[in-house]
């Protein structure tokens, strides 16, 4: 399978471990703007400098009662450009199939393809990465998000499936 087979989707998943490349990966082959990226991350932050009058958000102000907020403008934003006709593309962790289920369930609902690139680099190579970030993951929760991987599979609703171990 190649990179440009995944053109015709229209909700793309680009999921892996923190530090394992995902936005690089989506900046370098879908920056034209063919796509919306969504990144709970980036929604974290923004909502965080909203309401907190521009104090800059970092992982260490990561917040499990705020995740259901974040999850809901996530979920939104995807409806949203899936109603307008926009292809999506989706720069999350989602490593377990679990956490993929909103993904295709909302894919379903709308009628709509749906694809994942799955990054799966070396745990260290991870770490590493994230070492060198301004921002790190604390590396205890990548370690066990590792531990949790569950590559995905066509019987979660994938049209597409592609895994890159040496990106």
Not at 54 to 66: I, P, R, T, V, Y
Not at 110 to 117: C, E, K, L, P
Request: hydrophobic share 35%; glycine share 4%.
């Amino acid at each position: 399978m190649n990179i440009e087979d995944f053109d015709t989707i229209d909700l793309l998943l680009v999921c892996g471990l923190p530090g394992c490349g995902k936005s690089h990966f989506a900046g370098n082959y879908y920056r034209s703007g063919d796509r919306k990226r969504i990144n709970r991350k980036e929604i974290r932050s923004h909502l965080y400098e909203m309401t907190s009058f521009g104090e800059q958000w970092h992982e260490d102000l990561f917040n499990e009662k705020d995740e259901h907020l974040v999850k809901h403008v996530e979920r939104k934003l995807i409806e949203h450009f899936l109603q307008n006709n926009e292809k999506v593309l989706i720069d999350n962790v989602s490593v377990t199939a679990e956490s993929r289920k909103t993904y295709t369930a909302i894919a379903n609902r709308f009628n709509r393809s749906i694809g994942v690139i799955f990054l799966n680099p070396p745990l260290q190579v991870c770490l590493e990465r994230n070492r060198n970030r301004p921002d790190p993951v604390p590396e205890l929760a990548i370690t066990n998000l590792y531990a949790s991987i569950d590559l995905p599979a066509r019987k979660e609703g994938f049209r597409n499936i592609m895994v890159i171990s040496n990106y």
